[in-house]
Nanobody
């Protein structure tokens, strides 16, 4: 069984930084695309950033220039460096992975809470 575990959330002041990490474990043959999504209270889950196995990235317009996604294919890990955080970045952040574990499957982590407040 594959598991995705996020870490690094917490409380930060506006303008501050946080680094989120996601670790995938289990019987994984290959991870194609990994991504971060977030869901704020009362809102739908939205894409934050994705990264392909080749390192191509895509960001939501709202985080471009402030967030940086990266991954380590050898370790099956992914990070999200978040700088210049704003109160509107407050949300539960979820790790997502499109991978092959015998089948082509999409997995989600349980989420980590990021709160941006003074």
């Amino acid at each position: 069984q594959v598991q995705l575990v996020e870490s690094g959330g917490g409380l930060v002041q506006p303008g501050g930084s946080l680094r989120l990490s996601c670790a995938a474990s289990g019987s994984i043959f290959s991870i194609y695309t990994m991504g971060w999504y977030r869901q704020a209270p009362g809102k739908e889950r939205e894409l934050v950033a994705v990264i392909t196995i080749g390192g191509n990235t895509n960001y939501a317009d709202s985080v471009k220039g402030r967030f940086t996604i990266s991954r380590d294919n050898a370790k099956n890990t992914m990070d999200l460096q978040m700088d210049s955080l704003k109160p509107e970045d407050t949300a539960v952040y979820y790790c997502n992975a499109d991978l092959r574990d015998g089948f082509r499957t999409v997995y989600w982590g349980k989420g980590t809470l990021v709160t941006v407040s003074s």
